[in-house]
């Protein structure tokens, strides 16, 4: 059955010049269909480059839009219309503004999880796995961070000649690890590496042998001699692991840690989605669009 669904996805794919990018905490049938998987930055990378008339995104509203953004010419289906991510929609622009009024020397850098409209405002985007990078290569030494407390928190940690202001509250799927989960998993595993997302609370970044993005996570398992990790990001990193390296074993750091959002695409909605019944197509107001890939092309400039 699912491969049925998955050589129909192929076909259309050949026929209708459709490229598929997918988020890694998409499931294993939707990544086997992809043309293309990865990390946010990886994405954003890749989304500047495809030469496909119509790009499919498997993943979140803000990653399709970061395609759109840099592809305006192109059709850019998001593969689910209410796949959004909460952390992308909490910050109200006019807050940015009027925090920038307060701290007008400083540079404003955008987590990419942030809508199109918040980024019009904002200098220079970072993904996860380029955050430190790109705030260490711009020439100011007063940062801006949002909407990530945590990423913004261990991003500072790792450049202390720089300041840095924090304005937001985080992801809500990673906010719900804490350091009693980590004691416990740590109790149950005393052999198992810790590796988290640097979105995860601070107390839990801390105890962690290894924080990265979530293709920094995989890799760094991947490379390792070590035989046992405690994986603390979204779930599917775990079990993408587990099948990848049948001879290590991947314990979730917590249970809990579903991305509601990211979980919410099926194969069928990327089936209907090449047969153009599905999905939403992205569109973006041209000018704002525009503004916002400046952002965008800073991120990848600096990263
Ligand atoms: P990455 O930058 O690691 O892809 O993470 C994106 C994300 O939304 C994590 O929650
Ligand atoms: Fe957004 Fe968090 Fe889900 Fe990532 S895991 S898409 S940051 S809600």
């Not at 043309?35 to 500047?48: H, R």
């Not at 998001?78 to 622009?93: F, R, T, V």
């Not at 380029?130 to 500072?156: H, R, Y």
């Not at 985080?170 to 810790?194: I, R, S």
């Amino acid at each position: 059955m699912i491969k049925d669904i998955q050589e129909k996805i192929l076909q259309l794919k050949k026929e209708k010049d459709i490229c598929i990018l997918a988020h890694c905490y998409q499931n294993p049938e939707i990544l086997e269909v992809a043309d293309f998987t990865g990390d946010s930055y990886a994405l954003a990378v890749k989304a500047a480059q495809v030469t496909a008339g119509t790009v499919i995104m498997c993943g979140v509203r803000f990653m399709a839009e970061t395609v759109k953004i840099l592809s305006p010419d192109k059709k850019v289906i998001l593969s689910h219309p209410d796949a959004g991510c909460p952390m992308a929609e909490q910050l109200d622009k006019d807050l940015v503004i009027q925090a920038k009024a307060q701290l007008p020397d400083y540079t404003v850098v955008a987590y990419v999880n942030t809508t199109t409209d918040l980024k019009t405002v904002c200098d220079v985007c970072v993904t996860s796995s380029s955050a430190v990078t790109i705030c260490k290569n711009i020439e100011n030494d007063k940062i801006l961070f949002l909407p990530d407390p945590q990423l913004g928190n261990w991003t500072a940690s790792q450049i202390p000649e720089k300041t840095f202001k924090i304005l937001g509250a985080g992801c809500p799927t990673h906010c719900q690890m804490t350091k009693k989960d980590v004691e416990k998993a740590k109790a149950a595993h005393p052999n198992a590496l810790l590796l988290v997302h640097p979105e995860c609370r601070e107390d839990v970044t801390k105890e962690a042998d290894y924080a990265g993005s979530t293709t920094g996570i995989m890799n760094y398992a991947k490379s390792s001699t070590a035989k046992e990790f405690i994986i603390g990001t979204e779930n599917s990193i775990t079990t993408h692991l587990q099948m990848e390296c049948p001879d290590k074993k991947f314990y979730p750091l917590s249970k809990e840690c579903i991305c509601p959002n990211m979980k919410l695409t099926t194969l069928v909605d990327v089936l209907d989605c090449c047969k153009g019944t599905g999905g939403e197509e992205i569109v973006l107001e041209p000018e704002t669009a525009e503004r916002a890939k400046k952002c965008i092309d800073e991120m990848i400039r600096l990263g």
